[in-house]
């Protein structure tokens, strides 16, 4: 164990965490931002050995640092019983029995439903959990109408201008966002432009034909169908983008010394391409380390450093995390160090 003058504890240690794909770590000046993916659909994967699990992680980090908070994307749209992130629920549900964690130092993460609200966030639904195929049976008028038109519709939810947390930014990051959410317009304008072009030409093609011998009327179907398969799936990931895009200011809020941030794996890759296009920009964020496991649990040799200001006080808190009698090797060794640092 190593301490500094600011009583901050660091571990140096072998640690698996379960359900993890993916784990960025960052540093922005003087803040550490680490980014986890997971898969949502997966509920536990064995690690080889003492595995800690998300919300054990997430809670002595928070418990170990007064200036640190969690943002997690919120899957359920609302509904933290139908969340299909065990993750998620469990980090939530461990923080709240606990009474310890203030819980506006935990933030749900899911903006999208806010261009669909009130009327139409089923359509969200549909774009994310139906089948690929039978959203793809449907028109190009019906993708136009349900999935391009919300964005332009309520566009202005992306001014971030007179947002507390953004006007408290440095410039170069803000212009970085204002980036982010250019690109993201300019790919609306240019899918919606490309559905109307090939929806007019389909529709030419069709009108034009002057014998229904001239064409094969089963392979022309395949193409529309599988053109139709890959919009979809670009749109998909569009509409993710705009979610990152709002968790930005968060994530570069100095205020926090440090900020843990968990959503699905496109989502942790997305930010990491924005993050690599920063660093190009010259904004000072720096991957420290970067770890993948497809099948969900993340080794990690130097793990997260854990913060006590006021580590006599939060001691008794650490201990009493989920009102354990029995800890892991994990927590045991935590809490050793901590009391010999007393």
């Not at 606990?98 to 359509?123: G, M, V």
């Not at 011998?213 to 998909?236: A, C, G, M, S």
């Not at 942790?268 to 496991?293: A, G, H």
Request: glycine share 2%; net charge negative; with cysteine.
């Amino acid at each position: 164990m190593e301490t500094e003058l600011d009583n901050t504890v660091y571990i140096e240690r072998n640690i698996n965490i379960q359900n993890i794909t993916h784990l960025q770590q960052y540093k922005y000046l003087d803040k550490f931002i680490y980014i986890m993916g997971e898969r949502h659909n997966i509920v536990s994967v064995l690690c080889p050995v003492e595995p800690i699990t998300v919300a054990e992680y997430i809670s002595i980090a928070l418990l170990t640092n007064d200036k640190a908070d969690f943002i997690a994307e919120q899957t359920s749209y609302g509904k933290l019983e139908n969340l299909i992130s065990s993750n998620i629920r469990s980090t939530y549900e461990t923080i709240k029995s606990s009474s310890l964690i203030r819980e506006d130092r935990y933030k749900y993460a899911e903006y999208r439903p806010l261009f669909f609200w009130p009327d139409n966030t089923h359509l969200l639904n549909n774009l994310y959990y139906a089948r690929i195929n039978e959203i793809g049976e449907n028109t190009i008028t019906y993708i136009i109408n349900s999935f391009i038109k919300p964005f332009f519709n309520k566009q202005k939810l992306l001014e971030f201008e007179n947002n507390h947390v953004f006007l408290n930014l440095q410039e170069d990051v803000k212009e970085g966002i204002r980036e982010v959410k250019g690109q993201i317009y300019d790919d609306f304008v240019s899918i919606k432009e490309e559905l109307v072009e090939f929806r007019e030409t389909s529709k030419h093609f069709f009108e034009n034909i002057n014998s229904i011998n001239d064409i094969n009327i089963k392979e022309i179907k395949e193409d529309i169908f599988k053109y139709t398969l890959d919009v979809i799936n670009r749109i998909r990931f569009l509409w993710l983008r705009v979610n990152d895009y709002f968790i930005l200011p968060d994530l570069f809020d100095t205020r926090q010394s440090e900020t843990f941030l968990l959503m699905g794996s496109h989502h942790s890759e997305n930010l990491r391409n924005i993050f690599e296009n920063f660093n190009q920009k010259n904004i000072p964020v720096i991957m420290l380390r970067n770890y993948e496991n497809p099948e969900g649990c993340i080794n990690i040799l130097t793990p997260i450093h854990l913060y006590g200001e006021n580590i006599s006080a939060t001691l008794s808190q650490i201990e009493a995390i989920q009102n354990k009698k029995d800890y892991t090797d994990y927590e045991k060794e935590i809490i050793d160090l901590l009391r010999n640092d007393l």
